[in-house]
């Protein structure tokens, strides 16, 4: 049985940091796509990043160069460093293993596995 549990969101005031974590367990961690979406009240789920096999890796423009993904492949667990982060950062974080073809790397659809997610609030 497939399980992703994410742990480390939080409250946090505009300007800081924060890092989550994906745990996982039951797949081929080594051989999937592993993402990081968003989810706020009322609005669509966002792509956020995305980390390859290869560990080359994706962002949302919104996030670019403010969040770095990272994953260990010994310890099959996936991160998202998030710094100078915004209000309009908070959502519920969800972490996602698939394997998209590149072009599509930011379609939801294709994740073939979820976490519950994890909140992030933001205050300013």
């Known amino acids: 049985q497939v399980q992703l549990v994410e742990s480390g969101g939080g409250l946090v005031q505009a300007g800081g940091s924060l890092r989550v974590s994906c745990g996982t367990s039951?797949?081929?961690?080594?051989?999937?796509?592993m993402a990081w979406f968003r989810q706020a009240p009322g609005k669509d789920r966002e792509f956020v990043a995305a980390?390859?096999?290869?560990?080359?890796?994706y962002y949302a423009d919104s996030v670019k160069d403010r969040f770095t993904i990272s994953r260990d492949n010994t310890k099959s667990t996936v991160s998202l460093q998030m710094n100078s982060l915004k209000p309009e950062d908070t959502a519920v974080y969800l972490c996602?293993?698939?394997?998209?073809?590149?072009?599509?790397?930011?379609?939801?659809?294709?994740?073939?596995?979820w976490g519950q997610g994890t909140q992030v609030t933001v205050s300013s």
């Open positions: 996602a293993a698939g394997v998209p073809i590149l072009s599509a790397i930011r379609d939801s659809s294709l994740y073939r596995h």
């Open positions: 039951g797949l081929n961690f080594r051989s999937y796509t």
């Open positions: 980390i390859r096999s290869n560990s080359y890796t």
